[in-house]
């Protein structure tokens, strides 16, 4: 007797239906009609099954934090900057921990099983960073977090923030952030990126960087991480997030850099709520869309992945942590409209965050592998991004974690499925 079975799933990558069976928590075996006995038996039904879905970048620290101590009148990134300063001196470590382990619920029950989260490190307060270390080691069963040390307010703006920033690796996160655009100048933000892949290199950590969140085409940070990127030999373990100055980068220049970054193995990361308000605001129209170049940088083979990056925040009144939802919207905002292309800006929710997070070997839905996968209410990517159905099922290491119950519309009492009639 074998511990789960997940019959007649329809994965992305083949046409005809398979079984699934786990085992110990990992996938045992993976075929049609495999005869076995479970303890647990679903019919996805010819239901579309993928690995979790992967929320890349996640300011987990700020989530539903919307309106304390104010709203951010203006809607702007900086404003949203002060109101969040306003606050974070102030935040206790159940505070963090509480408001994030919320909305990693929310994430896992919609098939979210891999975060990359954000704390804050240049608080003079430890409670951003502390809650969040303890919610990566007290959920760990249920979802997989990495947490990363963000300066918000530069290395180099306030003495004591350097500090700051290496007492955070010695509490334990994982990956080294930076925000090199914000720092008061060019030559403080380039000071900046070596600081950061010197520390990373020295400490073993990965890298990911908020590069370039800003409409100025002459913010050019992400072309010295892709260097120091091959300086120091540390091609798919480095993450340039957000990075939409790009958006307004001319052709000559996108190019190279597409070639920088491809030769470099950097993950580009693109956070499609914040930046579609943020970006162009201050425009006059033409207004320019602000986002990285997510079409161009995967056609040139650079690894492209997506975060909801702020839910209920001083930055985002909006979010349920739903990376369909991310995913949609930059499909819209990034041209990925194609019949070839939807299934992609899926696996950019997936697979490819996946890569993002350097977790790949451990991702899958292959014999041997973790036994996690969400079952879409669904038969295909593109109904998927069409519909944003229900996650009839996520499974989490052979255990069925998560069920939702698709909804039922009627109209003059008639059912109407939002699907063409067969
Ligand atoms: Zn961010």
Avoid at 173 to 178: E, M
Wanted: glycine share 8%; charged share 25%.
């Amino acid at each position: 007797m074998t511990d789960l079975v997940v019959r007649n799933a329809r994965l992305l990558d083949r046409d005809d239906l398979v079984d699934l069976v786990a085992d110990d928590g990992r996938w045992t075996q993976v075929g049609p009609d495999l005869a076995v006995d479970a303890e647990r038996e679903i019919d996805a039904a010819g239901r579309l099954v993928t690995a979790p879905l992967v929320d890349c970048h996640l300011h987990l620290d700020a989530s539903l934090t919307a309106g304390r101590p104010r709203f951010n009148a203006s809607g702007t990134l900086i404003e949203g900057i002060h109101v969040w300063g306003e606050l974070k001196e102030s935040l206790t470590v159940d505070d963090v921990y509480e408001r994030a382990k919320e909305i990693v619920r929310w994430s896992a029950a919609q098939g979210t099983l891999y975060i990359r989260a954000h704390a804050d490190v240049s608080a003079k307060n430890e409670a951003p960073v502390r809650g969040l270390l303890r919610l990566r080691d007290e959920l760990a069963d249920l979802v997989t977090i990495q947490v990363t040390a963000f300066p918000q307010d530069g290395l180099y703006s306030d003495p004591r923030n350097e500090g700051l920033f290496e007492r955070a690796i010695e509490l334990g996160v994982d990956c080294l952030g930076g925000i090199p655009h914000y720092e008061p100048t060019a030559e403080l933000g380039l000071a900046e990126v070596h600081r950061v892949f010197d520390l990373a290199a020295r400490h073993k950590r990965r890298i990911d960087v908020h590069c370039d969140e800003t409409d100025d085409p002459a913010s050019r940070f992400l072309e010295v991480m892709a260097d120091d990127t091959v300086r120091h030999g540390l091609s798919g373990r480095v993450t340039a997030s957000h990075c939409t100055a790009m958006g307004s980068y001319e052709p000559y220049y996108s190019s190279k850099l597409h070639g920088f970054l491809r030769r470099a193995g950097i993950n580009i990361v693109v956070n499609p709520f914040a930046n579609s308000l943020i970006q162009g605001r201050l425009d006059p129209y033409p207004k320019r869309r602000g986002f990285a170049q997510l079409k161009e940088l995967l056609a040139a083979g650079v690894n492209v992945s997506l975060g909801n990056d702020v839910i209920m925040d001083p930055w985002y009144l909006l979010g349920r942590a739903d990376m369909v939802e991310a995913a949609s919207l930059a499909l819209h905002f990034t041209y990925m409209s194609g019949l070839d292309e939807i299934p992609e800006m899926l696996r950019c929710a997936t697979e490819r965050g996946a890569r993002t997070l350097g977790v790949e070997d451990e991702y899958g839905i292959e014999e041997g592998k973790p036994a996690d996968c969400v079952v879409f209410d669904a038969p295909s990517a593109l109904e998927v991004l069409r519909l944003h159905p229900a996650r009839r099922w996520v499974v989490r290491r052979g255990r069925v974690i998560a069920e939702t119950e698709p909804s039922h519309t009627t109209l003059l009492g008639e059912p109407v499925t939002f699907r063409p009639p067969l």
